[in-house]
DNA sequence: CTTCAATCGGGTACGTTGTACCCAGTAATA
DNA sequence: TATTACTGGGTACAACGTACCCGATTGAAG
């Protein structure tokens, strides 16, 4: 229950394993290894797109076939794993456009959709606490990419750095309103429609008591049915409004 | 580990819990309960703000010196209870300005920053995984209060919800980024300056290999350490930049 | 006052979690 | 062939949420 956290144990492995700096070309006695590090990341994502993101480490070796503690030979921890599974979800595939040659608000409305998307695919990412941020190299890639959308201007590199962290904490913040409640659902939980059904009635009386006068105000409308990618898109365009006449004044001249 | 998530058990109960209604004016037989569920819920927040999200329920009964499971009388279940405690948080204090007769970006800029308060006090809100959206009296009452934002435009209801969702969700994402790290550092892990010491030589070296030309560009500079608060105010004021030609537009005259 | 019944707090115990530790088997080197 | 490092598997433990039981307490009914 309740969310323990995620950051790192002994932070030399962990990094070690980010960078896949480690196997010595592998001319040491004893038996070959059975597994590798991303064979074990790429089963656990599949197990957490399936049981969320309170995944055991159980389920990880038996995805794998293997025994329960044969993970620990090869991460550290369910901490670390998670760092690199966090990492391996923002590599950018092979086919991403070139941000640099594309206007800047479009660029930007793309790496938010593709965020989404993301989000949307893995929704126990939005779950994950991390205590510090993972940086790997498939993250730094993201990043590096997303800053080709602001390669043809002159913004200060503080403020493309706050730009950049801004659009992403939109869309993760958007994202966990709306997208939790769609991973794992274990057991006994109700529906969407059962829990409204069951809130209603006391959301009604609440509202009938008059100590809610603006939400009273325009309740009976369907101005609450608003799915998350629309609120996402709202605060992104707006937050891109009002980039935009500082993206326009720092446009670089083509000279 | 690894965010087991907060939803609701039995809705029925849960949401008398959170209405208070319950209690059938104790005139009946057994003891009289040691306990109210507000005391609960208090002793719980204090316990969390201590110990983090992963703050366990034995913790809350060691707290107010009752056995382990005798919260179980009041409360269904951790979910539930965690539920009440977030409700409570977004209680909005009796010296609260009035929105109404405040311009309407100061408001707004007022929420924002008062959300972030609440969050620095209580980083473990971040941790917690809300399945649905709690919709207690207390959460209501501040939902309303920030409507009061508003009141002298003629924006649509539905554009209204949209702002307040976004603007919520900017902080809340803002906040997430660089907060979560203040909670409960539970045992071996290490400080900021340790983990930035221990990951400065790889991307260093990541940088120096030339696959992120963009990070590379502007990496040596101080561009990096901008703190939590900054990046949040950054999102917020472009997104307000955004929002307010709409706002103006919708200004209602004083007739 | 006695009896009944409902409800209290406390204690014990179970299933599940992450993971520390031990052990037998394996393969490269001397 | 003997040595030695390293493998995967199994057992075991502490901490968790919480189901369950039990004696004590207190109001209402006779």
Redesign the interface.
Known sequence: ?????????D??RS?EL??REYEPQHSKPGPKPKLTVDRIVEAAITVADRE????GMRSVSNELGVGAMTIYRYVPG??EL?DLMVDRLSRIGPDAPDLAATDWRTALELVAESTWQVYSEHP?L????????V?G?DS??G??FV??AF?SHDL????????V??L???????A??YL??D????G???SEA??WE??GP??E??IASG?????AK?SD????D?TGH???R??V?????????RMEASRRTPS
Not at 183 to 186: I, T, Y
């Open positions: 229950m309740a969310t323990p956290q995620t950051g790192a144990g932070p030399k990094l980010l960078w969320g993101s309170c995944f369910k901490k998670i126990w939005l779950e994950v606490n991390q205590k510090r941020p940086l190299p730094l890639e990043y590096d800053l080709g390669d200060p590199d503080r403020e493309v750095n706050l730009a962290t801004g992403m904490n939109i869309v993760t913040g958007s966990r309103q939790i409640r991973s794992a659902e274990d006994p939980e109700l059962e829990w069951a809130q006391y959301l009386r609440a100590r809610y006068p603006r939400v325009f409308e369907d101005s609450w608003l629309d609120a996402m709202y605060a365009d707006r937050f891109l409004d009002g980039l935009a006449p």
